[in-house]
């Protein structure tokens, strides 16, 4: 346990080692093995995502859309004049296109991603069909402080918008705390518009995230390509199965990558030891009610402004105002 602490604190300290690779060191070296589901974002697994939102089983995003348009007047109201839209974990900005369009008088509107290629292509795509509106893309770690650019620092007020259901990739303690963080990013006066995927009749679920035509699979797997590529690893991915069910206990989709065979990895030098049918969790995604998420928010001082339910109860968008 001591000699495991000391990995970290070096591996984390070290100048020549990328969080990436501390993350997916420290990860594989535990028990049960794990990477952060944040690190699924390159830009083939970017590109990869976008495929499975357009896929018959993945109903998230339609259904997200589709209450967007329907709801964007009564959204917009929460949104005054000259305030900046600060959209989290952005990647593709279709949905942020319907709020710039229900809310003209933004002053400016700041996708923040992990992924530098994709919002900068996103944000060089929005500008011709949003001229009078400051586009200002910021690469960053969205579960960490990061600085605004001036302009929406200067706004009247600042409003996030978290969509997708990405609050479900957190546990519910690291929920909170990105709640935290973009209370102390956006600061007074605030306001916050989440999409919630909610819980569900299970079949629903699983066909979600194993959809037949295997994108979601590739998703996944596209992980283990980018470590070999990025850390030097050596995995196989024809010995690696996509794995992805409901755990009704906890509320949550698990996803994971299980090995078909006994195997050694090495990534970034070291050695990896996998026992057949032993996974690397890859990614949660919780499913809440509309009390429940309003609970997690209010503990950390975000107050309920609003729900909107889709017909069939399968997704909501929860708006917040900050209260200290």
């Not at 070296?29 to 974002?41: G, L, N, S």
């Not at 037949?212 to 470590?227: E, H, Y």
């Not at 199965?241 to 409901?246: I, M, T």
């Not at 809440?288 to 997690?296: G, H, K, P, T």
Request: net charge neutral; hydrophobic share 45%.
């Amino acid at each position: 346990m001591v000699a495991a602490v000391a990995r970290k604190r070096f591996l984390q300290q070290s100048p020549d080692v990328s969080a990436f690779e501390a993350d997916v060191l420290e990860g594989l070296h535990e028990t049960p093995k794990h990477v952060p589901a944040k690190y699924f974002y390159d830009a083939a697994g970017s590109q990869l995502f976008e495929r499975i939102t357009e896929l018959p089983e993945y109903y998230p995003t339609r259904c997200e859309m589709k209450m967007l348009r329907d709801h964007a007047a009564d959204i917009a109201k929460l949104i005054p004049q000259g305030a900046a839209l600060v959209e989290f974990g952005s990647g593709s900005s279709k949905k942020a296109r319907i709020l710039l369009r229900a809310a003209p008088k933004l002053a400016a509107y700041v996708p923040v991603d992990i992924c530098r290629e994709m919002i900068e292509q996103e944000a060089a795509e929005l500008r011709p069909d949003f001229p009078q509106l400051k586009v200002l893309p910021v690469t960053a770690d969205i579960c960490k402080p990061f600085d605004l650019p001036h302009e929406a620092k200067v706004a009247p007020a600042r409003i996030g918008f978290f969509p997708g259901s990405t609050i479900g990739n957190f546990e519910p303690h690291e929920a909170s705390a990105f709640l935290r963080n973009a209370a102390n990013i956006l600061g007074p006066g605030a306001a916050l518009i989440i999409g919630v995927d909610l819980i569900k009749p299970a079949e629903v679920l699983n066909a979600a995230y194993n959809d037949a035509a295997g994108v979601t699979a590739r998703f996944n797997l596209n992980l283990l390509t980018r470590i070999n590529r990025e850390l030097g690893g050596t995995f196989r991915l024809n010995t690696f199965e996509h794995h992805a069910f409901y755990n009704r206990e906890r509320h949550r989709v698990e996803m994971h990558l299980a090995s078909l065979k006994r195997q050694k990895v090495k990534v970034a030098g070291e050695t990896i030891d996998f026992r057949i049918g032993e996974t690397i969790h890859t990614e949660n995604s919780y499913k809440y009610s509309v009390e429940s998420l309003s609970a997690l928010a209010r503990g950390v001082g975000w107050l309920s402004a609003g729900a909107w339910i889709d017909e069939r109860k399968y997704f909501s968008i929860q708006a917040f105002t900050f209260a200290g």
